[in-house]
């Protein structure tokens, strides 16, 4: 059975959630707080990486301290909105590896359409972190994590900024074994697939593209 989605309710996630929430936050501000709020979303999803003791000369002696043990990661952002949340995942995780998932979704089916795919030569030996602000109809996340085990990686967890039930229901039925970590959990979506109340188009608002 799939774990139940981590719903971050720390306060400063919320509160940048809302300043993003608003029609009136200009690009810039929004691209900044997409960034704050993926390093958030980033300090949890990392919570169990494992570690190793090592000792460390400190000015005052020897302290017994644990880093982390080695293991590679890599970060897989949906284009586009997904480029927004890399920054802010590279604060913390700087030696990760970045791959990229182009999807489209044709207005018409609301099904993703794939024209992209480049990942990290080794991904099949990373823990992968799959980024989109939002998760609306579940349609991209699955196609793109789908792209991703095909390259045989094993070890998936994808975060978000918004979701609503039927994103999360579709990605845990179609990749159980995918944990999921966002920020707020939505109402549900509108006949043309857009989550309400949302934020509206993530990648717009992040590019100025409209």
Same mark, same amino acid.
């Given at each position: 059975? =799939?774990?139940?989605?981590?719903? +971050?309710?720390?306060?400063?996630?919320?509160?940048?959630? =809302? %300043? +993003?929430?608003?029609?009136?936050?200009?690009?810039?501000?929004?691209?900044? %707080?997409?960034?704050?709020?993926?390093?958030? %979303?980033?300090?949890?999803?990392?919570?169990?990486?494992?570690?190793?003791?090592?000792?460390?000369?400190?000015?005052?002696?020897?302290?017994?301290?644990?880093?982390?043990?080695? @293991?590679?990661?890599?970060?897989?952002?949906? *284009?586009?909105?997904?480029?927004?949340?890399?920054?802010?995942?590279?604060?913390?995780?700087?030696?990760?590896?970045?791959?990229?998932?182009?999807?489209?979704?044709?207005?018409?089916? +609301?099904?993703?359409?794939? !024209?992209?795919?480049?990942?990290? =030569?080794?991904?099949?030996?990373?823990?992968?972190?799959?980024?989109?602000?939002? *998760?609306?109809?579940?349609? =991209?996340?699955?196609?793109?994590?789908?792209?991703?085990?095909? @390259?045989?990686? @094993?070890?998936?967890?994808?975060?978000?900024?918004?979701?609503?039930?039927?994103?999360?229901?579709? %990605?845990?039925?179609?990749?159980?074994?995918?944990? /999921?970590?966002?920020?707020?959990?939505?109402?549900?979506?509108?006949?043309?697939? !857009?989550?309400?109340?949302?934020?509206?188009?993530?990648?717009?608002? /992040?590019?100025?593209?409209?």
């Amino acid at each position: 059975m =799939s774990k139940a989605p981590m719903i +971050l309710d720390h306060p400063l996630v919320q509160h940048k959630i =809302s %300043l +993003l929430r608003n029609k009136n936050t200009g690009t810039k501000e929004f691209k900044e %707080l997409v960034g704050e709020i993926a390093t958030l %979303l980033c300090y949890e999803a990392t919570r169990d990486l494992p570690t190793k003791e090592v000792e460390v000369e400190t000015p005052m002696g020897v302290a017994r301290c644990n880093v982390l043990a080695g @293991r590679k990661l890599a970060l897989v952002p949906i *284009l586009r909105a997904g480029l927004g949340m890399v920054d802010g995942m590279l604060t913390l995780l700087p030696a990760a590896k970045v791959g990229h998932i182009g999807m489209y979704r044709n207005e018409e089916t +609301l099904e993703p359409v794939e !024209y992209y795919c480049k990942l990290p =030569s080794d991904i099949a030996e990373r823990d992968v972190f799959v980024l989109d602000p939002m *998760l609306a109809t579940g349609g =991209s996340a699955c196609d793109a994590i789908t792209q991703i085990k095909k @390259r045989g990686a @094993r070890s998936i967890k994808f975060l978000g900024i918004v979701a609503v039930p039927e994103g999360i229901n579709k %990605l845990r039925e179609m990749h159980p074994d995918v944990d /999921i970590y966002v920020g707020a959990l939505d109402e549900g979506l509108n006949d043309i697939g !857009y989550i309400v109340p949302g934020l509206g188009d993530a990648g717009d608002r /992040i590019f100025g593209t409209k």
